[in-house]
């Protein structure tokens, strides 16, 4: 009787360790401080159509909140423990999602007191026939990306360096980033 409810309280121990935590970007009034050995995860996401969730599994298991997968385009701030993470699902409602990507282009890293830019997920849903189809992509527009942190979150911006994290390698804030110090650096 004792065995069955250890493996009754493991199992469900498991199944709630498992579950993604839903979370909702930093939005420009906050004052927001990075905990300890966490980094800035900036994500742009341009849709057509408004998603349920995105699901990001790797150092934790996070789930982009509905409130920031709007149709448009959007630029998503987080704050993700350091660590490797991947796109794994894109949820655009109850039942219908995309899931198991094979590519390693959906693989991005956070570094610790870093803006880690993954990219510009981008996403057309169309009709073929009698059901939707969707092409998506995950596109770097490091320029881009650094105009909305300049905008938005200068002051974020002021204290830790950005870094492109995405698919493949690409030195374009290192080459605009001037020779002064960043706070993050000390």
């Not at 849709?47 to 448009?72: F, H, Q, V, W």
Request: hydrophobic share 40%; with cysteine.
């Amino acid at each position: 009787m004792i065995k069955i409810k250890l493996i009754s309280v493991l199992l469900c121990m498991l199944v709630l360790s498992s579950c993604a935590t839903k979370v909702e970007s930093i939005n420009e009034q906050s004052q927001y401080a990075l905990q300890e050995k966490h980094g800035y995860l900036l994500l742009a996401v341009d849709t057509n159509r408004s998603l349920k969730e995105i699901l990001l599994t790797g150092t934790k298991r996070i789930a982009l909140s509905e409130k920031d997968l709007k149709s448009g385009s959007n630029y998503i701030l987080i704050s993700l423990p350091a660590g490797q993470y991947e796109i794994s699902k894109v949820r655009f409602n109850n039942y219908a999602y995309l899931k198991n990507f094979e590519d390693d282009i959906w693989e991005f890293s956070v570094e610790e007191n870093k803006i880690n830019y993954a990219g510009h997920l981008k996403m057309n849903s169309y009709i073929v026939w009698y059901y939707v189809a969707s092409r998506m992509s995950l596109n770097n527009n490091s320029s881009i990306a650094l105009e909305f942190m300049e905008d938005k979150f200068s002051n974020i911006l002021q204290n830790h360096s950005m870094t492109y994290s995405g698919p493949g390698n690409e030195n374009f804030f290192e080459l605009i980033t001037p020779a002064s110090p960043h706070k993050d650096s000390e």
